[in-house]
């Protein structure tokens, strides 16, 4: 009896052990999964290459998703793959499939992917969103990048004068202690900002975050976007990059997807989602509001000084000529060589906009240390 006893003790004991771990494991698993990010435009980028090759090679899709699905290292982005296979083996199509991730596939790869299975080509398409997301990519890369330069010497150039106001000045300080009539006016400038930096650092930290908490809770909502994006559209130098982004993003979505053989007014509502700015989107929603009630695309956009009059009047050409995909595809591929040449003119402007401020900055602060020190000693060979 007692033995058996002991025997049930042990198992229970076992069985609270295992499910201990099976607990354990379990939010372990529900934690990495958490922390884990899902697929990156790079994973959904080479995922439509290798499912174009496929595709073309003669395998079916299904057998095509678990080929990728097994070589994919992102377990979101398995999880997902696996979802969509079963959901095209239990009847669903391709594109509503993709649709129930709308935070991975945006409407724009859906309606190519559902214009190509009503025309039975989804290969081709495929290739044509891979080249879209692959010049998408660059785009993104090369305004990244043209960024990168400014941005650290900006950084160097503030932590620079705040090295030199905080832990520098103050030295100097006892040297013109007794002596604040002969200083001059910058030096007295300088010398209060480096003061109260110092006396006061938490109140500018919190300020500075307090500034930008605001400025940012305010640009999402709808006031502060429009106010941000016409910003963009008006500052020197960056309203020519960001009219030439939003211009060449645009039409060539609209050439991409009617080309694709989208219809208009899912390609204009697809366009507006996707221009960036809000004054673009709504003259896009304009532009749908206008075509659906039976009116031309250009006749709407003479409205608008968001286009240049050229584009519109060879829009205009496209329409009356039946040629529109590919008049919207050539100025689409101008303005994309428009921009790569704008990123270089603006990147090589403002590095040396941004070595003049810094040294400015910096050599005001160093005069102003300098200077009365000059003139102190005149003063005393005197």
Known sequence: MISTENTLNNYSSNTRSTENKATQEDLVT???????????????????????????????????????????????????????????????????????????????YINMVAAAEISGSLSSML??????????????????GAMVYPIILATMAISSTV????????????????????????????????????N?????????????????????????????????????????LCRNLYISRGLHTMGVLSNSGVPILDTLTITADISGNVHYKNMWKSVYESVRQGHKISSTLVQFDLLPGAVVQMIRSGEESGTLSSVLQDVAEY?????????????????PIMIVVMGSVVGFIAASIILPIFKMSSVLSK
């Open 200 to 240: 006061y650092w938490y109140v500018i930290l919190i300020a500075i975050i307090g500034i930008v908490w605001g400025a940012i809770v305010y640009i999402k909502t709808p006031n502060g976007r429009g106010v941000w994006d016409k910003l963009k559209l008006r500052i020197p130098l960056i309203k020519t």
């Open 335 to 351: 303005y994309a060589r428009e921009l790569k040449a704008i990123i270089k003119v603006v990147t090589s402007m403002l590095e």
């Open 30 to 108: 529900r934690i990495n999964r958490k922390l884990e990010s899902g697929p990156s435009r790079k994973d959904i980028l080479n995922f439509t290459n290798q499912l174009s090759v496929m595709i073309r090679a003669g395998i079916s899709l299904q057998d095509s998703l678990e080929a990728i699905e097994s070589q994919v290292e992102n377990k979101k982005f398995k999880e997902m793959l696996l979802d969509i296979r079963s959901n095209i083996e239990s009847g669903q199509n391709f594109s509503q499939s993709l649709a129930q991730y709308p935070k991975v596939f945006s409407n724009l």
């Open 163 to 198: 090295f030199l106001l905080m832990f520098v000045l103050p030295r100097f300080l006892t040297v013109f202690e007794g002596k604040e009539d002969m200083l001059p006016a910058p030096t007295k400038i300088v010398m209060g900002l480096s003061s109260f930096m110092t």
């Open 127 to 144: 290739d044509k969103l891979a080249e879209y997301l692959d010049q998408e990519a660059e785009t993104r890369s090369q305004i990244i």
